[in-house]
């Protein structure tokens, strides 16, 4: 849910019930949730199932916010500020997700910031298109470049 890797505690009709734990409330922004409000949500990947597009893991590195929203025709860039020590795993052009929708980074990135072209599709299909200025967002960074981090 808005890209955090969770098991379904309780299925009931169209409801479904997670069990946060504090880790889960710290680093992400489902604490503050509301009802009736709208996420992103995704099943996992089956093992053997068809990858087609970036490798995530649903396993949140922290909060980002939303620095500006700026539209051009029918798409739309997002800059997003993040912790400084996140910014060290981010490569242009490579995967991020944000609020569980994996994203191309643009080449431009400055300490600290990123951006993000949103096309129609993904401005139509996921909550991406109501995040405005000042919003916070779940982000996960690309999963190699941690595994690289780790091995130095």
Known sequence: MDGVCLTVDRLEGKELQFRLLPETLRVTTLGSLKAGGRVNLERSLRVGGRVGGHLLLGHVDGRGRIVSRRRAGDSVTLEISLPVPLAALL??????????????????????????????????????????????????????????????
């Not at 072209?117 to 401005?123: K, Q, Y």
């Open 91 to 152: 490569v242009p052009k490579g995967p991020v997700a944000v609020d569980g929708v994996s994203l191309t980074l643009d080449s431009r990135i400055g300490r600290g910031r990123f951006s993000v072209h949103l096309v129609s599709h993904t401005l139509s299909a996921t909550t991406l298109d109501g995040k405005k200025p000042g919003g916070a967002v779940n982000l996960e960074l690309d999963p190699v470049a941690k595994y690289l981090r780790g091995m130095l």
